[in-house]
Structures are given as C-alpha cells and as structure tokens.
C-alpha cells in the first residue's frame, strides 16, 4: 500500500466543469472540453485532476443536488466520454479524482421521490424525517446554511424532511444500514471505472443527532471567521447536532475499507465542523480511515503570516497521523488574490500565494483560473445564478464570482469558453488575464508558476518532508521542511514592501533561486525579502 501513496505531497488541479471549456456550443462547459485541455493541465506540472461534480441532477446547487450518482448529466456528456477522459489522463500523467456528494440527493432522486410519497414504504426510512411540534414549528431550531429552517414541510407525509443546504438537497438518514451501503455501492461504481481519487463533500454532514437535540446559540462575538456574512443566522449556532456525529467514524471506516480494495486510490474529506482542525484529525487518524483532509481555515477572510502558522501548526500538532491538504482557492470562495489582496493588483502577489500554499506540508489544491492569477469576478445581480448569492445579496454576492469561464483567448468570442452566450458572463477584466497572453510571457504568473512547480517536484524536502516553524516578524512567513539528507528554510513575504530580519539558521546556508520567484539575499544572520518575495535556503544537515 505504501507505494502507491502517490497523493502525499501530490498537486491537485480542480476544474468545475460548467466553465473550463463548452465544446458543444450551449454555453456550459463539458467532460470533452476537459479532454482537449488535458495537455494544458498537464503542462502546470501538476498530478492529478479534480472534477466538480457532473452526474445527472437538476443543477438547483449546479451538481452538488444529484438524481442519478451513475450518469452523467447530459448538459456534460455521457459515460463514454468519462471514460475517455479516463484514458487520456493516464497517458498525460494525471490522476482522475471526482467529487461524492454523499450526506444529500436532489430532491429530485428516486429514492427522495419514493420516500416522501408515505411512512412506510420501502425508502421510507432513507432520509431524515420528523414529526412537527404541536404548534405545527420545525422539529428543532437546526438552520440551513442557504438561510432559514434546515427543515421543509411535506404534505405527503405530514412531516418535515432535514436538508442542511437548498431545500431541494434532503439529507439522507446514515443511521440506516441500507443508506450506508447504497451510498458505498455507488462510490464503487466509479472505482470501477477507474478514478484514482474521491473528493468527498461535507463528509461531516452525514449523519445527525438521532435526539435531535436544539443547537446552542452561539455569541455575537464568536460569530465571525466561519466563513458564513454576519446576516446569515447559520452563524448564530453551535452546530453541535446537525453534523459531525460519532457514527460517521464507522462509515468512514467503511468507506477506507472499500478503497483499500482498489490499490493506489485516495480520499479527500472536505469538513466545515465548529472545531475543523480537531474534526479532520479524527477523520484522518491511522490508516483505517480518511487519506486527506481539508478544512476552510485558508479559505477565509484571515490572512498574516501569523494567523498561517498558527493553522499549520494546529493541523500538525491535532493530526500527527493524518495528511493534510491545503487550499486558498475554489470554486465556493472569493478567490485568494483579492480576498487577500489590496485595491492594486500584483502579478507578484499571485505568484508568492501559489508558491506560499505550495509549499506548506501536505498536498495542495489549486482551482482553475488561479495558474494566471485571476482575480474575483464582478458579476451583476441580474446575472447571478447562485441561490446562496441571490438570497443574501448585496452583502453576500454568493459564488459565482470565482465560478465565471476560463478565459482561454484575449480576442476570441467569450475568451474562447464558447461560441454561445455562457451561464455565466465571460468578465471583460479576466480577459488581460487570458492563457494566450501569458504563455509566451517568460514573468507571468502562469509561467512562473510552471517553472515553480517544475522545481518543486525536485525539492523531496517540500512534497513530503516534516515541518516546523521559526520566529520572524509580520509579514514573514518562514519554516524548515527536512526529509532524508534535504533541510530547508522556506522566507515569505506577504507584503509588498521590502522585509528584513534575522536567523542564526543562515549561517553556512546556500541560497536556491532555481524557483523563479522574486528571491531575497542573505549576509550573516540577516536576510532581506523584496515583496512578495520568496526565499528558500538548503541548511546543512
């Protein structure tokens, strides 16, 4: 098992299908269009692919409500081109990993439709169903993190159904057997085809408190840095009850059992927990559950050099066991370089954060569209597709800000997404931003990023050495990574002014500038950044 581990400190490109490529002229992009941008993909030296999710469903939550796990919606193709896509990732080097959404169907599924219809019929028991209270209210104060009740009456049955998101994504009842192994049946299926990887969503959702026993309320004071606008009362809860139960720790095992069956094959558990940190050392313990985790905790607002370090470190110190993998970017936050930049827009700046996240231990992944430093879309009211953008606007604009097309050419139709009006605007200010402009750029972002990554690959001491921290003043970020016979010291500077400060570290140290990045110089125990610069120092042994 341990050689085919080829996940640990591995690169992982995510791609949200609806706006890589249209190749069939209806504005929404599709698995060939991924096809014919696999050699692009491969290009950014990257090891494998994570695809959004494509399986048939209703599209309310654009995928992440599914009525078939075991087609593909039409609107992306069909099972041959899956499996062709399969085919030419594995000649151009690439992992194929896919996304699970296991704790919810659309309401749309027919085991939802079945469900509903009475109590006692065969699916009767596949979702989560209760009674209301005698005034006819919610069973509990449990909250949607769309807005509102996490429960929606039906009439059918005279009872309210449990849905955590859209009130068109009902969450299935695990503390039934039966639901546990249909949902391990269709994640086999795709085994069976060939993924080399599962993306599992808001694993940590799948199972609730069978009491269901009310949430706390949560202070004002503690409402903020979840990643949820202070309008939205999701925030005002300790969500104690509606996730993040103790019987999923079977489940997941379970699921690891099944997996360990199909050697060289990973899990990714995406958790949003009150304690994340603490909940994916759990999930990732040992070798009988999770292979990787990752949490929002660098997809949020918070951004310093100490606020990184203090999240790294509680990640090594709550998982000396697991794996973690890191992300700033995807396709359900502002992306990174302008939730955490200024005003002014900086090449440099998107080049040091895909350096910075890159080189933290762990996997890493990055979203398509960060490679050319794409800043946030702004994309008009009348526009928005996103149900979470559209309920708590203008406040929240939701997320199809980072979910507009890739702008494949400057000068083409719609960047060259489609020849269609796309479902979403092609941004005009993405389009200076576009591939063609930055592949014969030796600076842009996109090739610095190449070479980076061409460098990395190099570097055993970054794709899966230990890591441990030094002391240095805001904005530097600066740590040792050490595997085997390799030490290095990784300088940051998150800032665009120049930095300078000192370590005893540099003494008898040699200075690596094969990475591309604007890099620092050292003179005894000194060291000097530019901004946003980077500097990587080989430490004797």
């Known amino acids: 098992m341990k050689k085919d581990q080829w996940w640990r400190g591995a690169a992982i490109y995510q791609i949200y299908p609806r706006s890589f490529l249209d190749t069939n002229a209806d504005g929404i992009g599709d698995l060939p269009g991924i096809i014919e941008r696999l050699d692009y993909v491969a290009s950014l030296g ?62 749309q599924h027919p085991w939802f439709l079945q469900s509903r219809e009475s109590r006692n019929n065969a699916k009767a028991d596949w979702y989560v169903w209760a009674d209301a209270k005698p005034d006819g209210s919610p069973p509990n104060n449990w909250l949607s993190i769309f807005g509102g009740s996490a429960w929606q009456w039906e009439p059918r049955r005279g009872q309210y159904y449990l849905h955590n998101f859209l009130t068109s994504q009902p969450d ?9 192994q249909a949902a391990l049946d269709n994640v086999e299926f795709w085994l069976e085809k060939g993924v080399h990887g599962l993306r599992l969503d808001a694993i940590n959702f799948c199972f609730h408190d069978k009491l269901l026993r009310d949430n706390p309320a949560k202070p004002v004071s503690e409402r903020k840095g979840r990643g949820f606008s202070e309008d939205n009362p999701y925030a005002f809860q300790y969500h104690y009850y509606n996730n993040t139960q103790p019987e999923n720790l079977p489940f997941i095992e379970s699921l690891r059992a099944l997996m360990d069956r199909y050697p060289g094959t990973t899990s990714l558990g995406e958790v949003s927990s009150e304690d994340s940190i603490a909940t994916l050392a759990e999930y990732t313990n040992g070798e009988q559950r999770l292979h990787m985790g990752y949490s929002f905790e660098l997809l949020s607002k918070e951004f310093s050099a100490n606020y990184i370090k203090q999240t ?10 697991g794996w973690p993998c890191w992300a700033i970017s995807n396709h359900d936050v502002t992306r990174a370089v302008s939730r955490w930049g200024d005003d002014s827009y900086s090449p440099d700046f998107a080049k040091m954060l ?4 890159a080189s933290l231990r762990g996997s890493v992944c990055f979203y398509q569209g960060e490679e050319l430093g794409l800043p946030e879309a702004e994309v008009d009211f009348e526009h928005l597709q996103d149900p979470y953008g559209i309920a708590f606007w203008p406040n929240f604009k939701g997320r199809d800000g980072c979910r507009t097309p890739f702008p494949w050419q400057s000068d083409a139709v719609n960047g060259g997404f489609s020849t269609h009006k796309p479902w979403l605007p092609m941004p005009s200010q993405h389009l200076s931003y576009a591939l063609d402009k930055q592949e014969h750029q030796a600076d842009s972002v996109l090739n610095s990023f190449r070479r980076f990554m061409a460098w990395r690959k190099t570097q055993s001491a970054l794709v899966k050495g230990s890591i441990q921290f030094i002391d240095a003043p805001e904005p530097v970020l600066a740590f040792v990574r050490e595997s085997g016979d390799q030490r290095l010291l990784v300088c940051i500077n998150l800032e665009k002014d120049k930095v300078a400060f000192e370590t005893a570290l540099t003494k008898g140290a040699t200075a690596l500038s094969e990475h591309g990045l604007a890099s620092g110089t050292h003179s005894g125990n000194t060291i000097q950044l530019p901004g946003y610069g980077y500097q990587v120092l080989s430490l004797n042994p």
């Open 172 to 180: 299935l009842n695990f503390h039934n057997r039966q639901v546990q």
């Open 354 to 357: 895909l350096a910075m996240v």
């Open 46 to 107: 990257v090891d494998a692919i994570w695809i959004s999710p494509f399986f048939r469903s209703p599209m309310k939550d654009f995928g992440y409500d599914i009525s078939d796990y075991r087609d593909i919606d039409p609107m992306f193709g069909n099972l041959d081109d899956f499996e062709r896509l399969v085919e030419k990732a594995g000649a151009s080097g690439l992992k194929i990993m896919i996304d699970q959404v296991l704790s919810h169907t659309s309401d």
């Open 312 to 321: 790294v470190e509680a990640s090594e110190k709550g998982m000396p066991d």
